[in-house]
C-alpha cells in the first residue's frame, strides 16, 4: 500500500528514534493485533517494555495518535509501528478484532463442531464479539457487560473487573478467560462453545495469580492494622432519662467523672454517636437498650428534648415505660425512679355540691384514692398514666 500525504505527514512527525524503534518493532512481528477502516484503527503492540494500546484516527486531512504508553519515545514508536502495519495490511486490514489468525471465530466453531451455528447459537456469539471489541477499544469489561453475555451475572461494581493476568490476545483467549469466570460463579455457558474452551489450560494460568492477589490482600489487610495508631481505653458510660411533669431529657454519666450531664446540645449528641460508632463506648444492657431507643427518637425527629406538649414524646415514654429492663432509668428530678402500677386507674364523675349544673371528673387508682397530682396521657396500645 502507498502511503498517502496524510500518512506520509504522520509517519515524518516522530523524532528519529521512535521511527526506527516502531520500524523494528513492526518488522519483527510487534503488533500482534490491529483492526479498523480507512478513518479509525486500534492496535496492540507488544514491546519489551509491556504491552500498549494504540488508536489512530483520520481528521480532515490528518492523522492523530494516541497510546497507552507513558514513555514518550515508546509511544511514539508503537504508534509508527501501528501506521507501517496498516500499510503492510492494505486492503487485508480486518474491520473487527473478532478473528483468530485471519479467520473469523463463528467459523472457526462451526469448523470445529463440523456444522452451522443455529440462530440462537449465532446471536451468542455475536454477544461475545460485541464485547471484545468493546474491550479492545476501551481496555476495560465490566460486570454491565457480562450480563449482556448471560442476565444471571450479578452486577456488584461499576469498577472494571479483574478476569485475567494479562490482557487476552485475541478472542479465544479473551473467551476462556469469560468461560472460566461463568465457572468460578456456577453460571453454565452454551455447550457448543466447549469446542473453543480450555478451562483446564487457563485454571493452570490463573491459579498463580489468584494466590498472589490473595497474599497481597492479606498483607493489605495486616498493614492496615499495624498502621493504625493507638487507640484510646473505650469510655464506660451509663445512660438513663430524667422526666418531669412537662419534659424529659437523656443524661450520661462517665465512670471516670461520675457526674450525670444532660445532653442538651446537638453537638453533644452527636460527639456520643461518633463514639458508639467506633465501638468506644462500654455500657450495660440497659443502657444500651435506652441509648437505641432515645437514638431512634432523636434521628427521626431531630429533637434532643421529648416535649410531652408532642404527643410523639409521650408515645416514646409509653415504650421505655413498658421495657423490663429499664426499670431504675428513667428517674424523676429527685433521682426517684419511676414504678409502673399495673392496677387500673378510673375516672370517677362527681356532682359539684355547690352548683347542680356541674360535675367534676376525678382520676382514682385502684384503691379509690384520688389521683391529685398532674397528669400525662402517655399513648399506646395500652396507655398509661
Not at 13 to 41: C, W, Y
Not at 128 to 142: A, D, N, P
Not at 259 to 275: A, P, T
Request: charged share 30%; proline share 5%; aromatic share 12%.
Amino acid at each position: 500500500m502507498n502511503p498517502d500525504r496524510a500518512t506520509l505527514n504522520f509517519l515524518n512527525s516522530f523524532p528519529e528514534d521512535a521511527r526506527k524503534r516502531g520500524e523494528m518493532l513492526q518488522k519483527d512481528g510487534a503488533v500482534t493485533q490491529i483492526f479498523g477502516n480507512h478513518l479509525f484503527i486500534q492496535g496492540r503492540v507488544e514491546d519489551e517494555s509491556g504491552t500498549f494500546r494504540t488508536s489512530l484516527r483520520l481528521q480532515g486531512n490528518r492523522w492523530f495518535g494516541s497510546c497507552t504508553a507513558e514513555d514518550e519515545l515508546i509511544a511514539g514508536a508503537c504508534q509508527y509501528a501501528t501506521m507501517m502495519e496498516r500499510m503492510h495490511r492494505g486492503e487485508d486490514l480486518p474491520e473487527s478484532p473478532n478473528e483468530f489468525d485471519d479467520t473469523p471465530v463463528l467459523d472457526i466453531i462451526e469448523e470445529k463442531l463440523g456444522r452451522e451455528l443455529d440462530d440462537k447459537e449465532a446471536d451468542f456469539v455475536t454477544k461475545i464479539e460485541k464485547r471484545y471489541r468493546r474491550y479492545v477499544i476501551e481496555g476495560e469489561l465490566h460486570d454491565h457487560d457480562m450480563v449482556r453475555i448471560t442476565p444471571r451475572w450479578e452486577i456488584t461494581t461499576y469498577e472494571p473487573l479483574e478476569l485475567w493476568p494479562m490482557p487476552p490476545g485475541d478472542i479465544l483467549e479473551f473467551w476462556n478467560y469469560i468461560a472460566y469466570a461463568f465457572y468460578k460463579k456456577k453460571l453454565p455457558y452454551p455447550e457448543f462453545m466447549s469446542v473453543i474452551t480450555d478451562l483446564g489450560h487457563v485454571q493452570k494460568k490463573m491459579a498463580d495469580w489468584e494466590q498472589e492477589r490473595e497474599v497481597a490482600a492479606w498483607y493489605e489487610r495486616i498493614e492496615q492494622v499495624n498502621e493504625r495508631p493507638p487507640q484510646d481505653a473505650p469510655l464506660n458510660v451509663a445512660f438513663r432519662l430524667v422526666a418531669t411533669i412537662n419534659e424529659a431529657r437523656l443524661e450520661i454519666k462517665e465512670a471516670k467523672a461520675n457526674v450525670w450531664v444532660q445532653l442538651r446540645e446537638k453537638n453533644e449528641i452527636e460527639h456520643y454517636v461518633n463514639l458508639h460508632h467506633e465501638a468506644a463506648l462500654m455500657m450495660d444492657a440497659s443502657s444500651q437498650t435506652l441509648w437505641e431507643h432515645y437514638l431512634a427518637f432523636y434521628r427521626k425527629y431531630s429533637e434532643t428534648t421529648l416535649d410531652f406538649d408532642q404527643e410523639e414524646s409521650c408515645r416514646f415514654m409509653n415504650r421505655v415505660f413498658r421495657q423490663p429492663a429499664l426499670k431504675g432509668y428513667i428517674v424523676n428530678l429527685d433521682e426517684r425512679e419511676f414504678k409502673v402500677v399495673e392496677d387500673r386507674l378510673s375516672w370517677v364523675c362527681e356532682d359539684d355540691p355547690y352548683d347542680p349544673k356541674s360535675f367534676a371528673l376525678q382520676l382514682v387508682t385502684a384503691a379509690g384514692e384520688n389521683v391529685s397530682h398532674s397528669v400525662r396521657l402517655l399513648p399506646g396500645r395500652k396507655e398509661l398514666y
